[in-house]
């Protein structure tokens, strides 16, 4: 072992920066794509991934999946006692987090969306931003869509 921490040394210390960055992520990449646990993580996760995948494991976050039309379904993570308010934060971030993936430039306004679109789970409107997530069923692995919202119509009287 005492030969196999100078060997490293003696290789770490010829290797330039981007050289030793570069080795590093590629171990990484190789560790979680091995593991059973982990080979589900993209190659490229960040610290905010891995706390909350941490999370989920001790139960305390639950993972839900947002369906988007003809794309692939979105994975966030919430904790439990999460407000919708709180949800449509966590979407918003995984978004960017899937869009930075991608390497997508499009700025979305959210605040668009939200006027736009509700979210739908299992024919439940998901509408009012102080209420608990718990509140409308909304479970560990469930799917929520994106709906369009109504047009409220004007009475003229």
Known sequence: MVEDASEVEDVTSTLSHDELLEVTKSSVCTLISCDPLLS??????????VLAQIAVEHGQ??????????????KVIVPQN????????AVARHFEIYQQRIGSKVKISWKYIWKTYDLNFDCLILDDDQSSIADYGVTNKVTLTFKKKRKKTRKFT
């Open 40 to 49: 589900d993580l993209p190659t490229d996760i960040i610290l905010e991934e």
């Open 61 to 74: 976050s639950i993972t839900l999946y947002i369906s988007r039309e003809d794309e692939p379904a979105l």
């Open 82 to 89: 999460s407000s919708i308010r709180d949800l449509k934060k």
